[in-house]
């Protein structure tokens, strides 16, 4: 008898616990990769089982990190995806860039992008390359922010993440005009 009322508290436990939930921080927008977060970007849920995300009584702690990662609208917030580091890894940079319309896809880029940078040649003048690779200024650069060009009808400031080595050289294109960037894939 004794064995029966154990293994009936037993599952009267197991079936309370299995319907606990417990309150987590999840994202509610899209949030990109070295941004700034604040508690506009989050929201909290509850959620049943083990779960590894950060618990709303520390959703406060998560203001003014920044995202380490693309955090992805209605994803549960990890530790691992935020920093309070620099948004620049050792060996990186920030270069602003202003471009002209058709420089960049015409969808538009996003923070998080990852972006082919190439220097156009001059206006009026035959590119004396025949290969075109040696257009490529940065073969890989992250779109880190995406502003409208204010003082240029349809153009856009973009503040992109390159090797610190490639950053006078974008710059340079930038400032000439020379500049157009290709939305890679992946």
């Known amino acids: 008898m004794a064995l029966l009322v154990g293994f009936g508290a037993l599952g009267a436990w197991f079936y309370t616990s299995a319907g606990a939930k417990v309150p987590v921080v999840m994202a509610k927008n899209d949030i990109p990769v070295g941004h700034l977060i604040d508690a506009g970007d989050l929201t909290t849920v509850e959620v049943a089982g083990g779960v590894t995300a950060v618990s709303a009584d520390h959703l406060s702690s998560l203001v ?3 995202a380490a990662v ?3 609208p209605n994803t549960l917030v990890q530790r691992a995806m935020v920093t309070s580091g620099p948004p620049i890894p050792t060996g990186q940079g920030m270069v602003g860039v202003a471009a002209a ?6 969808s538009g880029l996003n923070p ?3 972006v082919e940078v190439l220097q156009l040649p001059q206006k009026g003048v035959p590119n004396p390359s025949s290969s075109g690779t040696d257009a490529v200024l940065v073969a890989s650069a992250v779109v880190f922010d995406v502003r409208p060009n204010t003082s240029s009808s349809g153009g856009t400031l973009l503040t992109l993440i390159v090797p610190t080595s490639a950053a006078y050289g974008v710059a340079q294109a930038s400032n000439a005009g020379q500049i157009a960037l290709v939305k890679l894939g992946g």
């Open 101 to 106: 319309p058709g420089q960049i896809p015409s």
């Open 112 to 114: 998080g992008d990852k």
């Open 70 to 72: 693309e955090i992805l």
């Open 64 to 66: 003014g990190q920044r």
